[in-house]
């Protein structure tokens, strides 16, 4: 039957062959920088090729970077759903507000036993590089030939296809093509002529690198010192499977399997698989093929430039070292006759979450690409709908952390979905809430954990959110760095989205049934940790500046942080205002309100320029942030702006200028953010905010151009608070054509 089945497919590859004739490549419209180094700068040498690639094709599920020469142009594949979700938290004995308490107040500080750190499910954040995102695997059209080109050009042409062209004296070819917009689907086209060798497409996966008992970051920071236990976790913490390579017919794949979690009990595997329409060709495999896959390149790098790098670079820059010096890897070749030709070459990614046999699925999706043909499969892709697209969009696991794909085995912050530091106003405002959605549910689905959080680690009511998050399956919420879960205004952050999106529709049937019942269950903890002080105010105690000063001695550094009083005031007022729109819970309001009217004021601190925010009371002076924490009441909780009080701006945008060293230290975009927020810009900034900016009370239109500012711009569609529809233009130094509805 296996027999049988190997012909008949083999049959139909022969009969594809038949059809898909020549074409013409398209003509390139926007050409990329093809350099070996392109982006390479000292301060930033960790590596050229997947990281920084030339194209990079992405449908909300496969990410694929199209990357290095033409002699042997490289796919890195990888996709949203393909993880190494390993994680023993569940398993481990966790650390609770009262074990800090204790702790500081004995001022036992640095001793990572004080808090039974090395048996905690936070010791799991550096001691392992999984959880994380695994790559796929590399897709390889090698022409030899080309090596050396005189010429080499990749762009993008009609219909959004990715094209490449190279030529070298009389040998010349072109690829292109795309990922389909709803489907794990890549299609490449190609043609070739004046070879006088064969061409060769290969599909690659290197055996994972991850290190056994350390993490690359214990590697990198610590030379691989730490002090966890790693016997406690065998032999689930030991080794993954080694990477498999198969071919039937025509047909053509690597393979990698995962270990059973609780995720996937009976294991997680993906599968790469292809097929070639056009001249015949042999596939040979290689279980354990040695010195085959593309290295990224990583460039030299003088030791005082090294030691100057932030750490996640070093991080990046040593696992992609490991991925290029891989034991070995699986490897299926396909080698097409060389002089002249054309060829189409399908691939399909598919995940055990997106099928329950993924190499049948996969056979599935090329046997009907064939059956349509390649330009088919292209305008299908282009003919997809919002509706389509936003469909696919929401089944999808979302991307995490944007370091996520990057095509080694360890990713920084394991990739993970940061609660910190997100912020999703801009997309409201723009009108594409919808595209949140996965978000949404990620958190409603999270509801039990982030209860059985507020409740184990800190004695209150509702929810509480950790700092970070993982894609997996998990009993009590997951947990990374072991001080910053502490900023108490991660929780309002991440609820933040419930509310912006009903203040920008005023769909009430979406705050009664999704909004509110989450904004609730947050309130119930803001208030819940909020403690009535001597002083009559309400204070918030103890919290950490996000990412500055840590937990000190008696929590010293530790009261009424900006972040948290700032969200504590923000969350209690939106849910104030919803549940009076809802008619429910008005005990609970007279409480809520009763915090935000007596809430500690932001903590200040006399400079010789002035009194000015700091980021927690009793801080000694303005440190040199990487998140403005003494302004979050600006950039996030939207408690001061351009319509506050004057002596109130004022004092912020003096807090702003007094920060030191700044601009280097922080995102472009936080400054930029709070710039506009406090009507400081120097140059235009026309997102859609500095187009429509409403949240601060009145709309104001084009708070992003600065006063005087010559500025040639037009939007339509946007949204204001109280759900109104925005347009208009800016014509030199004028706002004109101004439509709301």
Partial sequence: MQRFLSLALMLIGLIATHRTGSADPPTIIGKRGTRADRGNVESRAYMTG????????????????????PRAMTFSMAKNDVWDRRYFGDTKKIITLEDVRRVRFEGKIGRRSDLGLPDSPQALYSAYDFPCPKPVGQVIVRIDELRGHDKYVVGTGHKGLMVAKAKKGNAKAALWGL?????NLLVLRGEYAGLSQPVRVQFYRHKDTTPLDTSI???VHRGGKTNYDYSRDRPQNGPMAAPETGTDGRFFWVRQRFHAEKTFPKGFEYVMMGVIDGPSYKVKTDAKAVGTGEDAVVHPITPEAYKSMVGWLKETRRSAERVNDAEYGALATATL???????VLYVAVVTTRDAADPMAAARKILLDAQKSGPDAVFDDSAKVTDKQAEAWHNSRVMHYNATSCKYADATTWHGDYHF??????PTVVSGAAASLEPRLLMFEGMLPALRRNAREVYG????????????IKHDRGVYGNGTWAFGIENTALMLQPFWHIFQYTKDKEILRKRAYPMMREGALFHADYAKKGDDGCYHVVPTVSQEHWGFTPKFRLNRDSVGALSFTKYHLKACIQASEILGVDAEHRARWREIVEH???YPTLKTDKGLVFCDVRDAPRLRKYNITANLIMVLWAEDISLDSPPELLEMARRSYRAIPDKEPSMRKGYLHRIRLYLGMLEKPYLGPQGRVLSWPGRIHLYAGVPKGATVTDQFSGLLAVVAFE????HVGKEVRRVRIK
């Avoid at 990922?179 to 489907?183: A, G, N, P, Q």
């Avoid at 910190?420 to 106003?425: H, I, V």
């Avoid at 925005?726 to 233009?729: I, T």
């Fill in 217 to 219: 970051s214990d590697i």
């Fill in 460 to 471: 209150c009511q509702g929810v509480c959110f950790p700092l970070v998050h993982y894609p």
């Fill in 599 to 601: 809430l500690a004021p």
């Fill in 50 to 69: 997947p990281t920084s690639p030339i194209v990079r094709l992405y449908n909300d599920d496969t990410e694929i970077s199209f990357w290095n020469q």
């Fill in 337 to 343: 006759d060389g002089g002249s030709g054309s060829f």
């Fill in 179 to 183: 990922l389909h917009r709803t489907k």
């Fill in 420 to 425: 910190n530091e997100s912020y999703f106003l």
């Fill in 726 to 729: 925005v347009s208009a233009a």
